[in-house]
């Protein structure tokens, strides 16, 4: 499984990455490239550097039997499950990059001004890439369950959080104000229903 997890990796940078940044640039002459700008954001722009790095190294210390697994995870089941995961993660990863348009893009500036965009995988949750992101990375980790992938997805999760609160929400309610409030009110931060 570890040589899958690679795979899966790689093809998530290919595609989520990659692919929607080339596809971005041919449609607005912008890569949609921002980074994870601010102050407060640089602890948060530090975990995902480290969860880019240590994600892959996890399959791959996995792959030479450098880490050993952890039992209770290392199971068919949890394999499986983690495959299906992935590739939810990924496929959700994709569609809500792609809802959002010519908006899309990774990091924020804080002169930009995008369309709020509240429909497809938008209509119930705000931050839809960042949840099925998690859920790429948690299945993954669940191909090659050892310390260093499961500290992965938890870099992950953290930066996630940091990004959201201290830079992207803030960001779009100062530039969209009373509609990105009521939008707030009537969506999840992540999953449906919850962080209203």
Same mark, same amino acid.
């Given at each position: 499984?570890p040589?899958?997890?690679? /795979? ?14 080339w ?11 921002? *980074? /994870?700008?601010? @102050? ?5 722009? /530090? ?7 240590v994600s ?7 792959l *030479?039997? !450098?880490?050993?697994?952890i +039992?209770? &995870? ?14 939810? *993660?990924?496929?959700?990863? !994709? ?13 924020v ?6 369309? &709020?965009?509240?429909?497809?995988? #938008?209509?119930?949750?705000?931050n ?11 299945g ?8 260093? +992938?499961?500290?992965?997805?938890? +870099?992950?999760?953290?930066?996630? @959080? ?5 830079? @992207?929400?803030?960001?779009l ?9 009521? #939008? ?6 992540f999953?449906? *229903?919850?962080?209203?």
């Amino acid at each position: 499984m570890p040589r899958i997890a690679l /795979l899966g990796y790689a093809l998530f940078a290919a595609l989520a990455f990659g692919w929607r940044s080339w596809l971005q640039w041919r449609r607005t002459g912008s890569t949609g490239f921002r *980074g /994870l700008s601010g @102050e407060r954001g640089s602890l948060g722009r /530090l975990l995902f550097v480290v969860a880019i790095l240590v994600s892959p190294l996890a399959a791959a210390f996995d792959l *030479g039997g !450098l880490l050993p697994r952890i +039992a209770v &995870l290392d199971t068919r089941i949890v394999r499986l499950a983690g495959c299906v995961t992935f590739a939810l *993660g990924l496929a959700g990863t !994709l569609w809500s990059q792609v809802a959002m348009g010519d908006s899309w893009r990774i990091g924020v500036d804080a002169s930009e001004r995008t369309t &709020l965009i509240t429909n497809g995988p #938008y209509r119930r949750v705000r931050n839809p890439i960042f949840t099925f992101m998690v859920l790429a990375v948690l299945g993954l980790a669940l191909l090659t369950p050892n310390a260093l +992938a499961l500290a992965a997805v938890a +870099a992950v999760i953290a930066a996630v @959080e940091i990004q959201v609160r201290t830079i @992207e929400e803030p960001y779009l309610e100062r530039v969209h104000g009373e509609p990105y409030r009521a #939008y707030r009110e009537r969506s999840g931060r992540f999953v449906p *229903g919850v962080g209203r």
